[in-house]
């Protein structure tokens, strides 16, 4: 069983900075895939980013490219998504999910594990 914890949300100003955190506990090993998702009001999950179990490996969506950083920590066992220069667009409930699973798969449906979610709401 693998569980997840996000934290870091808040409302931050146009071009302000945030960085969320996805605390892992349970059973892991180098076969999970952190994906973050997010998901603004009355739309579906859409794909942020995504970070290999080792660290090396990372993917974002285009529209977050340069601004956003995900990282991980293996000591803390906490996946971070530092992000920057937000924009009222990026307003939504955030998500970082688990899988055994690869770097590229953006399907929200097929990750086992998910954490309660955080609000981010950039004003204008």
């Known amino acids: 069983q693998v569980r997840l914890a996000e934290s870091g949300g808040g409302l931050v100003q146009a071009g302000g900075s945030l960085r969320l955190s996805c605390a892992v506990a349970g059973r892991t090993d180098n076969r999970y895939v952190v994906n973050w998702f997010r998901q603004a009001p009355g739309k579906e999950h859409v794909f942020v980013a995504a970070?290999?179990?080792?660290?090396?490996?990372?993917l974002y969506t285009d529209s977050v490219k340069g601004r956003f950083t995900v990282y991980t920590d293996n000591v803390k066992n906490t996946v971070y998504l530092q992000m920057g220069s937000l924009k009222p667009d990026d307003t939504a409930v955030y998500y970082c999910?688990?899988?055994?699973?690869?770097?590229?798969?953006?399907?929200?449906?097929?990750?086992?594990?998910w954490g309660q979610g955080t609000q981010v709401t950039v004003s204008a």
């Open positions: 999910a688990a899988g055994r699973t690869y770097v590229g798969n953006t399907n929200h449906g097929t990750f086992d594990y």
């Open positions: 970070i290999s179990n080792d660290g090396v490996t990372t």
